[in-house]
């Protein structure tokens, strides 16, 4: 009996060198192409998952009269939004007058009409309002979230009015919010494009 031979393929040849060269340098040529391509798709297709899942957090402020069928008289509020692609994890929340920071809205509040920070009763003096906390805080895609409501009233007017002049201007709301993919942006209520930061914390 004969034993079975191993076959060892052989890669065929022209027998000219310089053609089996180009050949081979061809090949070689053709896979890293389609190697570049196969990468370039690849980011290509994971900016577009990226796109189609990232938020972007606006602020918009209101000094004045509300819709004509609202119960409410004048009022100052302000509303953060998400009209981004994905859920926006918001996770630090600041409020700046005059570009330095207060600890919260009253303060900002007290500071615009000119009155001390550590007024004895301040809602003695502002009235009534709501606020609500953003920060930690989920805002899904296409949805918003109100955060001020000051509405003007007999016992307020003269601070109201006060704030409301200056409110716009020296008022900055800023936010620091993730996309579930963990890339991360500022937005300031005075900019409209956000700014690319490494992380909120």
Not at 74 to 88: E, K, R, T, Y
Request: one cysteine or more.
């Amino acid at each position: 009996m004969i034993p079975e031979t191993e076959l060892v393929p052989e890669i065929r040849k022209t027998g000219h060198r310089l053609a089996d060269l180009a050949v081979a340098f061809s090949a070689l040529f053709v896979s890293l192409c389609s190697l570049g391509i196969a990468l370039h798709h690849g980011r290509t297709m994971q900016r577009l998952v990226e796109a189609n899942s990232r938020p972007f957090i606006q602020f918009t402020t209101t000094n004045g009269h509300p819709a004509a069928d609202s119960p409410l008289g004048q009022a100052f509020s302000v509303l953060v939004s998400n009209p981004g692609a994905g859920a926006a994890r918001v996770e630090r929340f600041s409020i700046l007058v005059d570009d330095k920071p207060v600890k919260d809205i009253g303060e900002a509040l007290l500071r615009l009409a000119g009155l001390p920070a550590d007024t004895r009763d301040p809602s003695a003096v502002l009235g009534p309002m709501t606020y609500l906390a953003v920060a930690p805080s989920y805002i899904k895609a296409g949805s918003d979230q109100p955060v001020l409501l000051w509405p003007r009233t007999a016992s307020n007017a003269s601070v109201w009015d006060m704030d409301a002049e200056a409110g716009l201007n020296r008022v900055t709301f800023e936010a620091c919010y993730c996309s579930i993919f963990d890339e991360c942006w500022i937005e300031n209520s005075h900019r409209f494009r956000p700014t690319a930061v490494a992380s909120c914390s």
